[in-house]
């Protein structure tokens, strides 16, 4: 069975970085184009960044881009957001999700993201 | 951007009755369209991509419709499982800009 562990979140100040993690298992990882997707406290999905199987091509959401980056490492099974700058809007559970032809057919359980002082 | 808008925000309906769920594109998407259940503290839940395909495991009571800019979500006779909050999202961009609606919440009458 495919699964998706995130880890890494908690407590940032504003302008702070934290690095979040997702363990990937029972499926090919190096196969599948990954995703990060949050969803702010009672709010909707937004997707945030996507990485091709080999990690050549990422894309982002315009309001990530030269914040956030989103890597993989295939030898490890594991997806990667490194988020600098961090801003109170960023306050996020935050998804590992696996792409299958453009949707998201699996998803961790989501790591929380808090940006506050 | 391609703005998703889902109606209406909540639907009220009884166990055993069908529930239809809007989702309307600001341009065509043609039908690169998915649908997801979310759980309160759940993660989302794939239902239906490209407009009408069940994902696997998904019953046959949820059903998908609609091609360009309009798309429905039926559910045929609600089962108290089935009442959370459902998005859309659409897929049709190159490079990938995908984009949910904003969720219809579907609650117990």
């Known amino acids: 069975e495919a699964q998706l562990v995130e880890s890494g979140g908690g407590l940032v100040q504003p302008g702070g970085s934290l690095r979040l993690s997702c363990a990937a298992s029972?499926?090919?990882?190096?196969?599948?184009?990954m995703s990060w997707v949050r969803q702010a406290p009672g709010k909707g999905l937004e997707w945030v960044a996507s990485i091709k199987q080999d990690g050549g091509e990422t894309y982002y959401v315009d309001s990530a881009k030269g914040r956030l980056t989103i890597s993989k490492d295939n030898a490890k099974n594991s997806l990667y957001l490194q988020m600098n700058s961090l801003r109170a809007e960023d306050t996020a559970v935050y998804y590992c999700?696996?792409?299958?032809?453009?949707?998201?057919?699996?998803w961790g359980q989501g790591t929380m993201v808090t940006v506050s002082s | 951007e391609i703005v998703m808008t889902q109606s209406p925000a909540t639907l009220s309906v009884s166990p055993g009755e069908r529930a239809t769920l809007s989702c309307r594109a600001s341009?065509?998407?043609?039908?690169?369209l998915a649908w997801y259940q979310q759980k309160l503290g759940q993660a989302p839940r794939l239902l239906i991509s490209?407009?009408?395909t069940r994902a696997t495991g998904i019953p046959a009571r949820f059903s998908g419709s609609g091609s360009g800019t309009e798309f429905t979500l039926t559910i045929s006779s609600l089962q108290s499982e089935d009442f959370a909050v459902y998005y859309c999202?659409?897929?049709?961009?190159?490079?990938?800009?995908?984009?949910f609606g904003q969720g219809t919440k579907l609650e117990i009458k």
């Open positions: 490209g407009a009408s």
């Open positions: 341009q065509s998407v043609s039908s690169n």
């Open positions: 029972g499926f090919t990882f190096n196969t599948y184009w």
């Open positions: 999700a696996r792409e299958y032809y453009s949707t998201f057919d699996v």
């Open positions: 999202q659409q897929y049709n961009n190159w490079p990938p800009m995908y984009t």
